[in-house]
T-cell receptor, first 116, second 117 residues
């Protein structure tokens, strides 16, 4: 139980285009979704927190207009990378809090974005 | 200041041996939780073990145990009887439950573990 399905697993896009990444909670309601970015061999850095029905909270240094987050329902949160550039190439992963594992978290499988 | 510190960028261990991955943390919140995750090359995050700040006993989950030393603010992961499939990146993470902590996790920089024959 408590599965978050993340799509796509990988995507290659041209510079200047936009890419949407979806995270769906399959068997629970995710009122909160965390979005992380991970560069190769590095840690997960929190980009933003989305809450269903309200505006996302962005971490310091993250461009709100570039990384659009929408959490329109209790089962879907999306991250749109707008006007992507090669430096946006990274691994993006979502995570939702769950009431198991010490009130832990379930993670999506991640999206590897390559901007060419 | 780093909230979670993992000082071992890479570790090697022989199959069937035990290995300890270090993690120290920094918080003034008396209520917090510590997590360890495994991330294989596929990228998925696999939960291993959890320790709450008020837990009296060290957490154990199968071959994983957490050596929780609260006064030293350390939460080292011990993997016993290492297997080749344990080769992966390991992250220590903390959630601060008090004011301002929210429900978000802060991750350490990770330790790349390689299990050798």
């Amino acid at each position: 139980g408590a599965v978050v399905s993340q799509h796509p697993s990988w995507v290659i896009c041209k510079s200047g285009t936009s890419v949407k990444i979806e995270c769906r909670s399959l068997d629970f309601q995710a009122t909160t979704m965390f979005w992380y970015r991970q560069f190769p061999k590095q840690s997960l850095m929190l980009m933003a927190t989305s809450n269903e029905g309200s505006k996302a909270t962005y971490e310091q240094g993250v461009e709100k207009d570039k990384f659009l987050i929408n959490h329109a329902s209790l089962t879907l949160s999306t991250l749109t990378v707008t006007s992507a550039h090669p430096e946006d190439s990274s691994f993006y992963i979502c995570s939702a809090p769950i009431r198991v594992q010490g009130y832990g978290y379930t993670f999506g499988s991640g999206t590897r974005l390559t901007v060419v | 200041a780093q909230k979670i510190t993992q000082t071992q960028p890479g570790m090697f261990v022989q199959e069937k041996e035990a290995v300890t991955l270090d993690c120290t943390y920094d918080t003034s919140d008396p209520s917090y939780g510590l997590f360890w995750y495994k991330q294989p090359s596929s990228g998925e995050m696999i939960f291993l073990i959890y320790q709450g700040s008020y837990d009296q006993q060290n957490a154990t989950e199968g071959r994983y145990s957490l050596n929780f030393q609260k006064a030293r603010k350390s939460a080292n992961l011990v993997i016993s009887a290492s297997q080749l499939g344990d080769s992966a990146m390991y992250f220590c993470a903390m959630r601060e439950l008090g004011l301002g902590g929210g429900n978000k996790l802060t991750f350490g920089t990770g330790t790349q573990l390689k299990v050798e024959l």
